[in-house]
């Protein structure tokens, strides 16, 4: 059985471009989604709270409050 010598994948321009935008942009997107995962689970698990008040914007201030309160 003798082995082909493999083909370098032949991209268009259009993806040689877009590749490296993706890989630069998929580290922070997938931080950003465990951020909010965290703290989804970590509010509803941990401070035994209700899903929906997770997306509050008041509850994170008032939490906010609490930690830096002089």
Same mark, same amino acid.
Not at 15 to 41: D, E, N
């Given at each position: ?24 942009? $998929? ?7 465990? $951020? !909010? ?25 008032? $939490?906010?409050?609490?930690? !830096?309160?002089?």
């Amino acid at each position: 059985m003798t082995d082909k010598p493999s083909k370098p994948v032949q991209r268009s321009a259009g993806a040689r471009r877009l590749l490296p935008v993706i890989r630069v942009l $998929l580290i922070p997107l997938i931080c950003v989604l465990a $951020l !909010f995962a965290g703290l989804a689970i970590g509010y509803v698990t941990l401070g035994g709270q209700p899903f929906a008040d997770v997306w509050k914007l008041s509850t994170w201030k008032h $939490l906010f409050d609490l930690v !830096f309160a002089p």
